[in-house]
C-alpha cells in the first residue's frame, strides 16, 4: 500500500515490529508529521497477523466525521480516525490478509477477499457490503449482502451508476447491483488479475495481467466490448489511471498512454 495525505499528516502502514508495546509484530498504521517527520499516533491492529496487506486506505466522511478505512494484514476491514488513529469501527472478513482497498460510496462500505471467510473457513473468498456510518463491532448478521465463494483478493472494486465492477483473481470481470448484491452478468476477461478496474469518460478500462487491454461500455444488460488490445509479452500488474482526458497504463517493459 502507498502513503496518504490527510492534513498535516503522512499516513502509512504494514507489518512492523519494534520495542515495549510493540515488540510483538502486528499490522500497524502510522501518522507522520509531513513538515517534521515526527510521529504523531500509532495503532496496531491484531497481533501476530497471517498475511502482510497490500490494501491502500480510502479516505472518506461518515456522518461528518472523517474517516481511514483500509483492509488489514488480520484480515478485518478497518475505519480509523485519521486525526487521532482510533478505531471507529471493525469487520471481520478473513482470516488472512486483505489486499483490495475498500471503496465506500454514500456511506456504504464494498470490499472482498480471495482467503477464508471469518464466518466460514471452509469457504475461500467474498464480496460484501455494510454500511459504514455505525460504531464497534460490525457482526455478520449487519451486512447489507454478502456474496461467498467470489475470489476478488488482488483487484478493487469500481462503482459507476448503481452498479459494481470487480474482477476475479481468475479473470473474470463481475457486474452487480450496487443496492442489493445480485450479479447482473459476468464475463471471461482473462487468466490472471491484479491490477484494479478504471472507470472514466463513461467507460470501463480493464488491464488483464496477460497483456489483454479492454474497454466496455456499460449497458442494461451489463457490458459492451468495444475495444480490445494484447500486449504481446508484457504482463500487466499495475491499475489503469485517467488525467486530462488521457489513460495511463504500466507494464513489466512499458507505460503506455
Not at 131 to 139: C, F, L, V, Y
Not at 170 to 188: E, H, N
Not at 197 to 202: Q, R
Amino acid at each position: 500500500n502507498f502513503p496518504i495525505v490527510f492534513e498535516d499528516l503522512v499516513i502509512i502502514s504494514g507489518v512492523m515490529t519494534g520495542w515495549g508495546e510493540y515488540a510483538v509484530p502486528a499490522h500497524r498504521i502510522v501518522a507522520f508529521d509531513k513538515t517534521t517527520g515526527a510521529a504523531v499516533w500509532v495503532t496496531s491492529t491484531r497481533l501476530r497477523p497471517e498475511d502482510t496487506t497490500y490494501s491502500s486506505p480510502s479516505l472518506t466522511v461518515f456522518n461528518g466525521q472523517a474517516a481511514l478505512v483500509l483492509g488489514g494484514g488480520d484480515g478485518s476491514v478497518y475505519a480509523l480516525q485519521p486525526r487521532t488513529g482510533k478505531v471507529i469501527w471493525t469487520y471481520d472478513a478473513s482470516t488472512r490478509g486483505l489486499n483490495t482497498s475498500p471503496l465506500i460510496v454514500d456511506g456504504i462500505v464494498y470490499s472482498s477477499h480471495a482467503e477464508q471467510n471469518a464466518s466460514d473457513t471452509t469457504t475461500l473468498g467474498a464480496i460484501f457490503a455494510f454500511d459504514g456510518r455505525g460504531e464497534g463491532k460490525i457482526a455478520e448478521d449487519k451486512l447489507l449482502w454478502k456474496l461467498p465463494a467470489k475470489a476478488v483478493g488482488r483487484s478493487s472494486p469500481v462503482y459507476a451508476d448503481g452498479r459494481l465492477y470487480f474482477v476475479e483473481d481468475g479473470g473474470t470481470l463481475l457486474v452487480g447491483d450496487a443496492k442489493t448484491g445480485k450479479i447482473v452478468t459476468s464475463k471471461k476477461v482473462g487468466r490472471i488479475m491484479f491490477g484494479s478496474p478504471l472507470y472514466a469518460d463513461g467507460k470501463l478500462y480493464v488491464a488483464e495481467n496477460t497483456g489483454k487491454v479492454y474497454i466496455f461500455k456499460p449497458t442494461a444488460e451489463g457490458v459492451e466490448q468495444i475495444s480490445l488490445v494484447r500486449l504481446n509479452r508484457e504482463e500487466i500488474f499495475g491499475s489503469p489511471i485517467a488525467s486530462h482526458v488521457r489513460v495511463y497504463i504500466p507494464t513489466t517493459t512499458a507505460l503506455y498512454c
